[in-house]
């Protein structure tokens, strides 16, 4: 069955510095990656996904993320965060024929002036 | 229109109440879903309603019960539920079944006494 695991449960990271949030997925068949972000009190929301193509993909707010097929990696980056990027990060893969997203542990990413 | 609007935001129940937690979009998406989101995991899906009909049950226990009345409208029929199922109720929409974006709500947040 595919998987994510998400290396960090937690990132604290200074205002303006750069980012990076951990995502590896097991999966023996192609998949769609995602991350999503969930800022307190809310639902989810699509930062940006990859479905073929481009290994490097750029969502909302400044957020991109390389799929590397030789690592099985799907890392969420960001060169410089705002207070406002506080928030719960999700990694999740969807296999090409499933109906559901597999959602990994999550990473709480905060940012500190 | 891009919005899941869920009621209530939030919920207390006795373990014997009957209540009802409600879902809707207008965006003419085809596929509904339910999750439930336990405090510092992930989502675990519990339902998927594909063209009105269920088409997932994530083995969920009987005292939860999806309705679908439209396209537009899903309900969560909650009966003698227990104090671990207290936890924040997600609903996402998608255009068609396994579309790669989901559009969730801001969630129903249940507190079972």
């Known amino acids: 069955a595919q998987s994510v695991t998400q290396l960090d449960s937690q990132v604290p990271v200074f205002e303006e510095a750069p980012v990076e949030l951990r995502c590896n997925y097991s999966?023996?068949?192609?998949?769609?990656l995602f991350w999503y972000v969930q800022y307190p009190n809310q639902g989810l929301q699509l930062l940006l996904k990859?479905?073929?193509?481009?290994?490097l993909v750029k969502g909302i707010n400044g957020f991109e993320a390389e799929f590397n097929k030789s690592q099985t990696s799907f890392h969420l980056r960001k060169p410089s965060v705002h207070i406002s990027d506080t928030a719960e990060y999700f990694c999740?893969?969807?296999?090409?024929?499933?109906?559901?997203?597999?959602f990994g542990k999550g990473t709480s990413l905060l940012v500190t002036p | 229109d891009t919005e899941v609007t869920q009621t209530p935001k939030h919920l207390v129940m006795g373990m014997t109440n009957k209540k009802s937690l409600k879902c809707e979009q207008h965006m003419g998406h085809r596929a509904m879903y339910w999750y439930k989101q336990k405090a510092k995991k992930p989502p675990e899906l519990m339902f998927v309603?594909?063209?009105?009909?269920?088409?997932i049950n994530e083995s969920v226990p009987s005292r939860f019960s999806p309705e679908c009345p439209n396209s537009s409208l899903l309900n969560l029929h909650l009966h003698a539920l227990q104090p671990e199922d207290s936890a924040l109720y997600l609903c996402?929409?998608?255009?068609?079944?396994?579309?790669?974006?989901?559009?969730f709500g801001s969630g129903t947040q249940l507190s079972v006494l």
């Open positions: 999740a893969v969807r296999v090409n024929s499933g109906y559901a997203l597999n």
């Open positions: 990859y479905l073929s193509g481009s290994t």
């Open positions: 996402a929409s998608s255009q068609v079944p396994g579309w790669e974006k989901l559009f």
């Open positions: 999966s023996s068949v192609s998949v769609y």
């Open positions: 309603y594909s063209y009105e009909k269920l088409s």
